[in-house]
């Protein structure tokens, strides 16, 4: 599933040793693996190839520009729920027709930011919003190509109540029931083109029947939204697949396309068009957060391990209670992990919590975790990493984010660099009537 594997008693990313990475960029720095992030695109794809979808990666899951531009030069289109998600993807030269714009909060010149481009779609999620997008476009003398963001009203086992989005009650999207009423209204607007239905389930999701409960559902509306008269050309599945933060523990998309693809594939046969909105799949085993070993202490049945990566670098387990594997990038006796899970059975290890830097008491990446022995100085990798890491950190306690390495092959180069204490004071500085 990814390309981080120990070799000679060290953990490399593709060719490269980490434990020399770290040396060289410092700590805490995000590692990702160019080979991985092309080949989940390519598998993802090739799975659901009797669909032929456009995979519009989920830009919020790690935007780094330079991985964007990857994923774009291999066929991805983006996923954006925001004017600054939608400049980073053109900017990272993913064209605007491959461009889908979700998101319940879109402003007026987010939108016309999105007409301007020229982009494939957006995803409406509000009567609101269509009465806006319409007049926007009117504006601008342009035509926006939209669809209904629908809520199905699926739950899916497995899946946190806080990264659920497509039962009834939710902010995301409206209600089944009330479509038919929008497209109507949507067909008395010029310069709105709505042709579609979009629908995402929440991430992450660990089985395809969600899936073709809902897909079920929507191929149902829009039967009946072509009987009243519309033309519906696109279905949007979403996204959500699950990703193997522990060995074994998520199917491989193979398992969810066997399932989704006789669903819709009536609907392409058709001539209809499928898009699906992937982001954790693809992202989360492609990157590593490196981390050092600041300090050691007891703290009665375990020892704690201060870390110079924190919640402010990866907020997952602090927000979600999220698993993240970690282990030494040069463990001693070289006790590489047999497997990734939350239980390793290896003689000679200690319980640690890890512990960050940060001042409030959630800022721990771990709890009871079995590693082999630390010492202070020591790299620790955490695995996963690639998923909502990066683009959820902050600047808190006044920190500075890492910097982000890609690896392709015996190679790395930097494609973000440390903040700076300048970076953190910048935006307040030179305003008018400072005194500073």
Same mark, same amino acid.
């Given at each position: &599933?990814?390309?981080?594997?120990? @070799?000679?008693?060290?953990?490399?990313?593709?060719?490269?040793?980490?434990?020399?990475?770290?040396?060289?960029?410092?700590?805490?720095?995000?590692?990702?693996?160019?080979?991985?992030?092309?080949?989940?695109?390519?598998?993802?794809?090739?799975?659901?190839?009797?669909?032929?979808?456009?995979?519009?990666?989920?830009?919020?899951?790690?935007?780094?520009?330079?991985?964007?531009?990857?994923?774009?030069?291999? %066929?991805?289109?983006?996923?954006?729920?925001?004017?600054?998600?939608?400049?980073?993807?053109?900017?990272?030269?993913?064209?605007?027709?491959?461009?889908?714009?979700?998101?319940?909060?879109?402003?007026?010149?987010?939108?016309?930011?999105?007409?301007?481009?020229?982009?494939?779609?957006?995803?409406?999620?509000?009567?609101?919003?269509?009465?806006?997008?319409?007049?926007?476009?009117?504006?601008?003398? *342009?035509?926006?190509?939209?669809?209904?963001?629908?809520?199905?009203?699926?739950?899916?086992?497995?899946?946190?109540?806080?990264?659920?989005?497509?039962?009834?009650?939710?902010?995301?999207?409206?209600?089944?029931?009330?479509?038919?009423?929008?497209?109507?209204?949507?067909?008395?607007?010029?310069?709105?083109?709505?042709?579609?239905?979009?629908?995402?389930?929440?991430?992450?999701?660990?089985?395809?029947?969600?899936?073709?409960?809902?897909?079920?559902?929507?191929?149902?509306?829009?039967?009946?939204?072509?009987?009243?008269?519309?033309?519906?050309?696109?279905?949007?599945?979403?996204?959500?697949?699950?990703?193997?933060?522990?060995?074994?523990?998520?199917?491989?998309?193979?398992?969810?396309?066997?399932?989704?693809?006789?669903?819709?594939?009536?609907?392409?046969?058709? %001539? %209809?068009?499928?898009? &699906?909105?992937?982001?954790?799949?693809?992202?989360?085993?492609?990157?590593?957060?490196?981390? *050092?070993?600041? #300090?050691?202490?007891?703290?009665?049945? @375990?020892?704690? /391990?201060?870390?110079?990566?924190?919640?402010?670098?990866?907020?997952?387990?602090?927000?979600?209670?999220?698993?993240?594997?970690?282990?030494?990038?040069?463990?001693?006796?070289?006790?590489?992990?047999?497997?990734?899970?939350?239980?390793?059975?290896?003689? %000679?290890?200690?319980?640690?919590?890890?512990?960050?830097?940060?001042?409030?008491?959630?800022?721990?990446?771990?709890?009871?975790?079995?590693?082999?022995?630390?010492?202070?100085?020591?790299?620790?990798?955490?695995?996963? /990493?690639?998923?909502?890491?990066?683009? &959820? /950190?902050?600047?808190?306690?006044?920190?500075?984010?890492?910097?982000?390495?890609?690896?392709?092959?015996?190679?790395?180069?930097?494609?973000?660099?440390?903040?700076? #204490? /300048?970076?953190?004071?910048?935006?307040?500085?030179?305003?008018?009537?400072?005194?500073?």
């Amino acid at each position: &599933m990814d390309r981080f594997h120990y @070799h000679d008693g060290v953990l490399r990313c593709e060719g490269v040793d980490l434990e020399e990475l770290a040396a060289e960029h410092g700590t805490p720095t995000y590692v990702y693996s160019r080979d991985t992030f092309r080949t989940h695109l390519a598998d993802l794809t090739a799975a659901f190839s009797e669909l032929h979808p456009l995979v519009c990666y989920a830009v919020k899951t790690c935007s780094n520009l330079h991985l964007l531009h990857e994923l774009g030069a291999g %066929g991805a289109g983006a996923d954006v729920v925001s004017g600054g998600e939608l400049h980073r993807a053109l900017t990272a030269g993913i064209p605007a027709e491959r461009i889908v714009f979700a998101g319940v909060g879109k402003s007026e010149s987010e939108l016309r930011e999105a007409i301007a481009a020229g982009i494939g779609c957006v995803n409406v999620e509000s009567e609101s919003e269509l009465e806006l997008l319409g007049r926007v476009a009117r504006s601008m003398g *342009r035509t926006a190509r939209a669809a209904i963001r629908v809520n199905p009203d699926v739950q899916s086992e497995g899946t946190p109540e806080k990264t659920t989005t497509g039962v009834r009650g939710s902010k995301f999207g409206i209600d089944l029931e009330r479509v038919p009423r929008l497209f109507a209204r949507a067909s008395l607007l010029d310069h709105v083109r709505l042709t579609g239905v979009h629908v995402h389930l929440g991430s992450p999701i660990h089985s395809p029947e969600p899936y073709t409960v809902a897909l079920t559902r929507v191929l149902d509306l829009v039967d009946k939204l072509r009987a009243d008269g519309h033309e519906i050309e696109l279905v949007n599945m979403g996204g959500g697949f699950a990703a193997e933060y522990e060995t074994g523990a998520a199917p491989g998309w193979g398992v969810y396309a066997d399932a989704i693809t006789p669903v819709l594939k009536p609907f392409v046969a058709a %001539g %209809g068009k499928v898009v &699906m909105e992937p982001g954790r799949s693809i992202a989360a085993n492609a990157g590593v957060l490196l981390t *050092r070993v600041r #300090y050691l202490k007891d703290a009665g049945r @375990h020892r704690v /391990a201060i870390v110079d990566a924190g919640m402010n670098n990866l907020i997952r387990a602090a927000l979600y209670d999220s698993f993240h594997f970690m282990w030494p990038v040069r463990p001693v006796d070289r006790l590489a992990p047999p497997t990734r899970s939350g239980w390793i059975d290896l003689p %000679g290890l200690t319980g640690y919590d890890i512990a960050g830097p940060i001042c409030e008491s959630t800022d721990y990446l771990a709890r009871e975790r079995r590693l082999p022995t630390l010492a202070e100085g020591d790299v620790i990798c955490i695995f996963g /990493a690639g998923a909502y890491g990066m683009a &959820m /950190a902050s600047q808190y306690n006044s920190s500075l984010r890492p910097a982000e390495v890609l690896v392709d092959g015996s190679t790395s180069r930097l494609i973000r660099r440390r903040d700076t #204490y /300048a970076d953190l004071i910048e935006a307040e500085l030179g305003l008018p009537d400072s005194k500073l």
